[in-house]
């Protein structure tokens, strides 16, 4: 009976060997989705609108913890190439308000390594990518539309032309996901922030007193409902972010032309009239590349009734604001709970099922946390808020040893 149950597990677990699995999105969390069904044997293929060199060239610098990001790399066999990469002293902040005084500045010096290491995103996906079979990932594929079939199988549409049929399709594109609309209604909403992202090329050569002010790592500096938040990048640039409380279509209507970008600096400067000299040369030092951006968010807690054959992760199963830096660390631990879930059982229904309500546990306190922390962040005086927090949060989780 024993032998005769094993043949028949045998059997299953063969069949879903040959089960096709296709992904959409080649962002961190579809690349080591990928990887992890790579080691395990499994064979999935990512479909990815855009084009190598696209996807390496979405910069900023995240930081990856310890139970979440870092875990995923270790199911993906990349931990230890990672530790050889990541940037400790990035883990390394000084928090400000307008005038500069500083509310919090941790600089560790010890050599220890800290939790939450940073890494740029684009040496995060080339160390992915460079681990994945070549086969596994379709470059310029742009999906479309999925439609269900009667036995729980999805066909596909991209936008160059090409159709597939797979029994499992996996959403991982990203905030405005093609794939949700499949398994819910919910859709993104604008968080009441918006961006304006800057670039201060070869920081390190070109600017050594605005370095000096920014350090190795995150530079917050929150007044006013308003901030300038920069991070050091591992190639030398730093990476500035203007955030402002802003209805949703002041990027539209702000008048100001970010196609002429020493007029438009000039704009932006007068958004900070009354802010540190120091802090305006995170403005006045950028280069002519300028990026707005609206920041949202999917309601919170949002869950969905499991179907056959389709499921979502990351960005696309939870959208949060980046305020507490849990967005990419999520989507790679939604990765590997996902793989691990699809070798753990035979059946996908199941394997998507128990996937779902693990993504659900640890997804939505974190949301909300993300939401406080954006309410904490814009606030007439953020600097103190975000300073009272971390010091509450020191209370609560007394150092281990
Ligand atoms: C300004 C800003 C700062 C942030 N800072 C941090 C931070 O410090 N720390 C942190 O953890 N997170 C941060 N985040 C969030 C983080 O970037 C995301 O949470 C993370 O990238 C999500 O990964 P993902 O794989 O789910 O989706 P994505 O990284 O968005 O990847 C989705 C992929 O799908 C592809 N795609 C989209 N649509 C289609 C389609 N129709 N067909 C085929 N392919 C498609 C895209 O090209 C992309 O490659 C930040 C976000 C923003 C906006």
Redesign the pocket.
């Known amino acids: 009976m024993t032998n005769q149950m094993n043949q028949i597990n045998n059997l299953t677990s063969d069949l879903q060997k040959n089960k096709r699995i296709a992904i959409?999105?080649?962002?961190?969390?579809?690349?080591?989705l990928a990887l992890i069904l790579q080691r395990h044997g499994i064979d999935s293929v990512?479909?990815?609108?855009?084009f190598v060199e696209?996807?390496a060239n979405?910069g900023?610098?995240?930081?990856?913890?310890k139970d979440s990001?870092q875990l995923a790399l270790k199911e993906a066999g990349l931990l230890e190439a990672f530790h050889k990469i990541a940037r400790y002293e990035g883990e390394d902040l000084l928090l400000v308000d307008k005038y500069g005084t500083v509310y919090r500045k941790e600089v560790d010096d010890t050599g220890r390594e800290g939790e939450r290491p940073e890494i740029d995103?684009e040496a995060l996906?080339e160390l992915l990518l460079n681990a994945l079979d070549p086969q596994r990932i379709r470059f310029g594929?742009?999906?479309?539309e999925g439609i269900p079939q009667e036995d729980g199988k999805h066909e596909l549409h991209?936008?160059n032309g090409h159709v597939d049929t797979v029994d499992l399709v996996i959403g991982?594109?990203?905030?405005?996901?093609?794939?949700r609309p499949l398994l819910t209604d919910a859709s993104v909403e604008y968080s009441g922030l918006s961006?304006v992202?800057l670039n201060i090329e070869d920081a390190v050569n070109q600017h050594p007193d605005l370095l000096s002010f920014n350090g190795r790592g995150s530079m917050i500096a929150l007044s006013d409902n308003k901030g300038i938040l920069a991070?050091l990048n591992g190639n030398g640039q730093i990476r500035v972010?203007l955030s402002f409380r802003a209805d949703r279509d002041w990027v539209d209507t702000n008048g100001i032309p970010i196609d002429k970008p020493q007029v438009a600096k000039q704009e932006f400067l007068k958004l900070y009239d009354d802010w540190d000299e120091m802090l305006k040369n995170y403005i006045r030092y950028a280069g002519d590349r300028i990026v707005t951006?609206r920041?949202y968010m999917l309601p919170i807690g949002l869950t969905w009734k499991s179907r056959k054959g389709i499921t979502l992760?990351?960005?696309?199963?939870h959208?949060?604001s980046?305020f507490?830096?849990?967005?990419?660390?999520?989507?790679?631990l939604?990765?590997s709970v996902l793989a691990l879930s699809l070798v753990q059982h035979d059946d996908f229904e199941e394997a998507i099922r128990s996937y779902e309500q693990r993504m659900y546990e640890y997804s939505s306190p974190l949301a909300e946390m993300s939401d406080d922390s954006l309410k904490r962040f814009f606030d007439d005086n953020g600097a103190l808020q975000v300073s009272n927090w971390f010091k509450q949060m020191e209370q609560e989780q007394p150092e281990e040893g």
């Open positions: 959409i999105g080649g962002g961190p969390g579809g690349l080591t990512i479909y990815e609108r855009g696209s996807i979405q900023g610098t995240l930081d990856l913890h990001g995103r996906c594929y742009k999906f479309i991209f936008e991982a594109d990203g905030a405005f996901s093609k794939l961006m992202e991070q972010y951006r920041i992760l990351g960005d696309a199963a959208l949060m980046p507490m830096g849990e967005g990419v660390n999520l989507a790679m939604d990765a």
